[in-house]
């Protein structure tokens, strides 16, 4: 068992740079604190002290001279054993544990019995009004294994970043750490920093490469005058768990580029690096180099649920209809639904996982899906060819607006349904919400609810413009639920120092203004005051009134010193409980005593929320969720009296 973050981070060193930048590298870390001057600070990692297995040390040499004959190439072998590198640390990861049973696929009923199965309600939901449910399959139906598969896709990006865009080969010896990022972070394109904003977009956290931002620093760039609002084009936010292998290294090379600008392509400015970023990331996923090593062994970078299976056949059962509205396209749903549904994987994969639903839409393209008009395929599945579904086209162009029904403009067959058992669904690509409607037979949004993990591409769009109910997938709130049910008393003792350190200064307000109060009236005494004054001057020291300066100033001194010590205690649990949840960048929907800009987008857009898919099986297929009811400032505050854990 490893201890916290920081004392793993410190057994990291830099790697050895050439010899010419290495004292370059070196002055630009030494500038950070302690915890900061680590592997990450700069990105790079030591030849000699890698934390890769030793049967991959022993080779390096070999790989090594490899590596240089082909001009930094890294082989589908070599990544493979960068991806396969150990997990030495017990620090708490976002995503589920790596385990082959993590602990969300216990068969226990959620409701009441166990928080980290519940599912949280933001706005009131009858599930016998919901007609068709609808999934998202990456981080959705489909949990994947960061420690194998984030790794995997960071290699293959650095890869992409030195071939393709002529970034120096020292990138090959960049570490990645999937736990160091968080999902609701923000990153500033233009400057090179990641952001931690509230709901009210104060920015509480700041990095800028590795290096953290002070108060005054956070201050100065972004609570002036002009007023951010985080967006794009001049920032990106950090909403699903596939950023977070890009916004590490989008770190790293700022890092890289503030400690050495030679090693950086001429004239490349932090957008610039994040935008390559981007970049090698997508390509990866567009030339297969990903999907490939997924498909050859999906059990090393998806987690298994055994009971998915069991809550799909629930909810077809209760009368719902069922479809998935994924953007991977058939070929890579396929894989991953047979290893999901019924454990197939290389040969024996087959269609059987369909039977499970009754329409698939993949290469769905969201969020475009749910505003535009796109030409619409049905998957050919033995072949995984795309037939057409127009059926030739018309003479005179049909436009929507000349239509009294936009459906009537859709070449989806109607009504198309698999609920007799054994029957599978059939397979599209493309289209968009017009089609899947008719296909279900909906005729209003609010009749389907949609499951996805993505804030923005499932969840915001979806809501916003079609009015569809929505179920947020937040794999991170596992974790973070229990860790909150073990801070139940500290939390208690920091809202009891919070008070007292109000208190404190409220008292101190007070006696601060009588003592001013008091100068004033000493310095022009009247006659009856002198005469008041003369003779409470010759009464014994005990017996002087609590109008006297010297008292004032006495019990003054005293409730600053208290004040100074509450503050220090509070100041310090505070952190400690900030590092509870992640050392870093603390509690995900949380920004301090505020909700987290993320934690402010779950709750406007995300109707209920959940740790993962298969949680819906402890509930009836018929619930009626209710959301809390809403408080305002001056009403009592809610206990925390439903972080217990059992």
Known sequence: MQGTISQRLRHLKLAQLPRSSLGHCR???????????????CGVRCVATSSISQGESSSSSSSSSSSSSNNGTRSPAQHEALSAEPVNSTFPPPPPSGSEHPGWADDVWASPLNISRRIWCNRSLNMRRIKAIGFDMDYT???????????????????????????????????????????GLTIDKKRGNILKVDRHKYVKLAFHGFKPLSRDERVATYSGADQFDFDEPDFALIDTLFSLAEAHLFMQLVELGDSQPDMIPAGKQPADLYRDVRTAVDLCHRDGSLKRAVAADPGKYIHSDPRLVSCLEMLRESGKKLFVGTNSLWDYTHVVMNFLLTGRVGQDRNEDWLEYFDVVITGSGKPAFFSQKKPLFEVHLPSGMLQNTEGGNPVVPIVDADLPRLEYGSSAPRGLTAQEKGERARVFQGG??????????????SEVLYIGDHIYGDILRSKKTLGWRTMLVVPELETELG??????????????????????????????????????????????AAATNSSSSSLPEHTQPRSDPGYLQTLLSDLLRQRDEVREQ???ELKDHHEAFHEVWGQLLKTGYQNSR???QVERYACIYTSHVSNLSFYSPEKSYRGRMDAMAHEPEPFMDELSIS
């Open 483 to 528: 860790t909150l049910a073990t801070r139940r008393g500290a939390m208690v003792h920091l809202r009891a120092l919070r008070q007292q350190r109000d208190a404190l200064d409220d008292q101190i307000q007070r006696l601060e203004r009588a003592a001013r109060a008091q100068v004033e009236s000493h310095s022009k005494p009247s006659a009856a």
């Open 432 to 445: 968009n919400y017009v089609d899947l409607h008719k296909m279900l037979g909906v005729q209003a949004g």
């Open 570 to 572: 509070h100041r310090r």
């Open 27 to 41: 002055q630009g870390c030494n500038r950070l604190p302690l915890e900061q001057q680590v592997n990450v600070s």
């Open 598 to 600: 993320f934690a402010h």
């Open 141 to 183: 139906l489909a949990q994947y294994r960061p420690e194998t598969f984030e790794k995997l896709a960071y290699h293959l990006t650095v890869d992409n970043l030195v071939k393709t865009f002529g970034y120096p080969e020292v990138l090959y010896d960049f570490t990645f750490d999937w736990r160091y990022m968080q999902r």
